[in-house]
């Protein structure tokens, strides 16, 4: 069984910075696209970020130049590196993957809390 695990989440002060993991494991001979979303309270989910396997990137507009997604193709692992954090990011992120490519595969999800 393939799955996504999230991890780093975690409170942290206005204009701090965090960095969340995600991990693929299970019987996995491909993965392709890797991505970042979020929910806040009360929204709908939100894109954040994407990767290619050849580490294309893509952003969403509310997190273009605070936020950087990496990854590293040996350990079917991606990352999310947020800075400047806000109380509006505060939200439960979620891990995406393409895995052996007709998988769509999501995360169960990890809670940022941004607060003083």
């Known amino acids: 069984q393939v799955q996504l695990v999230e991890s780093g989440g975690g409170l942290v002060q206005p204009g701090g910075s965090l960095r969340l993991s995600c991990a693929a494991s299970?019987?996995?001979?491909?993965?392709?696209?890797m991505g970042w979303y979020r929910r806040c309270p009360g929204k709908e989910r939100e894109f954040l970020a994407r990767?290619?396997?050849?580490?294309?990137?893509a952003y969403g507009d509310s997190v273009k130049g605070r936020f950087t997604i990496s990854r590293v193709n040996v350990k079917n692992t991606v990352y999310l590196q947020m800075n400047s954090l806000k109380p509006e990011d505060t939200a439960v992120y979620y891990c995406?993957?393409?895995?052996?490519?007709?998988?769509?595969?999501w995360g169960k999800g990890t809670l940022v809390t941004v607060s003083s």
């Open positions: 990767i290619t396997s050849g580490r294309n990137t």
């Open positions: 995406n993957a393409r895995i052996n490519y007709d998988m769509d595969v």
């Open positions: 299970g019987s996995i001979f491909s993965v392709g696209d």
